[in-house]
């Protein structure tokens, strides 16, 4: 358990009309039978709130000033429990993969040449993609529903450049669906046409010439949309169960730690350019979350609030499709909380505002969205073509200014990779699924 290191906090007794057992008026459903040693309801309920004690969510925290290092620590067992297992997963072949991080003085800015590698589970691909996440300075979510996962290499020294992997969108971001301006019935028609990023980033030293910003804006090649069009361009939609030709018009992202600088005025513009030429790629910062979410309830805390709703029967228990609601996690965590008689608002309502971005894929994203548009329009802009743009833009300006990213080589990231240094300085920006 992570609760050993928390303050002591008194347990209050049990909730009118529940009885010592934790359950209303003191009856076990008969589904409760089947499950193991029941769930000791009063120790749980004191076990998530010395949790909350110990991460600084207790309501004594100003969360609007919170500073990104004191994001990162709120998200320490998590972390820390994320690197455990992949720890455990790869074994010693993280000495292995280390090799694929370059040193300074193997990159040239003006020669970086990105390729993307699709990640496949199960290789070493796959591998690679859960290394690299060691590096990130908060968990890497394992994603919802449709995925997919690239690896970015620079085929300049075959060296790993970044990574990121689109997945399932949640079904309700308000600042979002203000934007686009679709209704109800049309986001749920059309949300099939809709990816969020939820990891993206760049490693070391590529992070330091701005790579996160290169990586970020390889999303909106056609490599990656013609990919999504393969393998999910028709599907069928588990909300509603009707066949749907899906076709990615939009990806949305949110920061991992506040405000982004990595997104923040990320836009790509033409080479030869005029005042009316349009983008190649843009990320358009639609507004902020709201400050609620899961990422403070930890998984062991989770499968215990899991097995609450399991004892008592509920559907939402086991219901862990897309297609059973929008965040399931969020649903069993707000059952579960109620079901020990904590608020659920005092729990999840964490008020860590995230900025939440928009890239069009499709130049008439919105008007295809919202229903005023029956196609999506595409210009099919090549990962070489935005790496050429991105190139000038940032890498090379950049490794001009700030020439000590030479300086850098692997083995200062050994630290990190055996789990005694928090990587808040290894990867530029990182987005996790957790909130």
């Known amino acids: 358990m992570v609760l050993q290191e928390t303050v002591e906090i008194s347990v209050d007794a049990a909730p009118e009309g529940v009885h010592s057992n934790g359950h209303r008026n003191g ?3 008969d589904c409760a039978d089947a499950q193991p040693t029941p769930i000791d309801r009063d120790l749980l309920r004191s076990d998530i709130r010395r949790h909350l004690e110990a991460i600084g969510l207790n309501g004594t925290r100003s969360h609007d000033t919170l500073s990104k290092d004191a ?3 709120i998200h320490r067992f998590h972390r820390e429990a994320a690197r455990q297992r992949i720890h455990k997963a790869l074994g010693n072949k993280i000495d292995l993969f280390l090799e694929e991080i370059a040193n300074g ?5 003006g020669n970086i040449s990105p390729e993307l590698i699709e990640v496949r589970s199960g290789t070493r691909t796959g591998n690679l993609f859960r290394f690299a996440s060691l590096l990130w300075s908060i968990p890497v979510s394992q994603g919802y529903g449709r995925r997919l996962r690239y690896l970015v290499k620079d085929r300049a020294n075959d060296k790993l450049i970044g990574l ?3 997945g399932d969108p949640v079904f309700n971001i308000r600042v979002r669906d203000e934007w686009i301006g679709w209704n109800q019935a049309d986001r749920r028609e059309r949300l099939v046409n809709l990816m969020d990023a939820y990891v993206v980033g760049a490693v070391p030293p590529y992070s330091d010439l701005l790579g996160g ?3 970020a804006s390889l999303i909106a090649s056609e490599e990656v949309r013609s990919k999504f069009q393969e393998r999910y361009g028709g599907t069928e939609g588990l909300i509603s169960g009707k066949q ?8 949305t992202v949110t920061s991992a730690l506040g405000r982004s600088s990595m997104y923040n005025r990320l836009r790509l513009l033409p080479q030869a350019r005029n005042e009316t030429d349009k983008p190649v790629v843009e990320l358009r910062k639609l507004g902020a979350t709201t400050g609620y979410g899961h990422f403070q309830i930890t998984d062991d805390l989770f499968s215990q609030l899991r097995r609450v709703l399991q004892e008592d029967c509920h559907k939402y228990a086991d219901g862990h499709q897309f297609g059973d609601g929008p965040n399931w996690r969020i649903r069993v965590a707000r059952i579960g909380l109620q079901s020990l008689g904590l608020n659920p608002d005092d729990v999840l309502k964490h008020g ?7 890239m069009p894929i499709a130049s008439n994203a919105r008007a295809f969205l919202s229903g005023r548009a029956e196609e999506p329009l595409f210009d099919h802009k090549t990962v070489d073509e935005i790496s ?3 190139r000038n833009r940032w890498l090379v300006p950049r490794g001009n200014r700030r020439p000590s990213y030479r300086e850098f080589r692997r083995e200062h990231l050994r630290d990190v990779l055996r789990n005694t240094t928090t990587p808040s300085k290894a990867s530029k920006e990182s987005r996790s699924r957790t909130s």
Do not use: M, N, S, W
């Open 244 to 251: 749907k030709q899906a076709r990615l018009a939009l990806v």
């Open 388 to 390: 050429a743009l991105a």
């Open 105 to 109: 003085d193997e990159v040239d800015p």
């Open 213 to 215: 910003k290169l990586v």
């Open 71 to 73: 994001i990162r620590d």
């Open 164 to 166: 990121f992997a689109l």
């Open 27 to 29: 009856v076990v459903p």
């Open 352 to 358: 860590i505002q995230r900025e939440v971005y928009a």
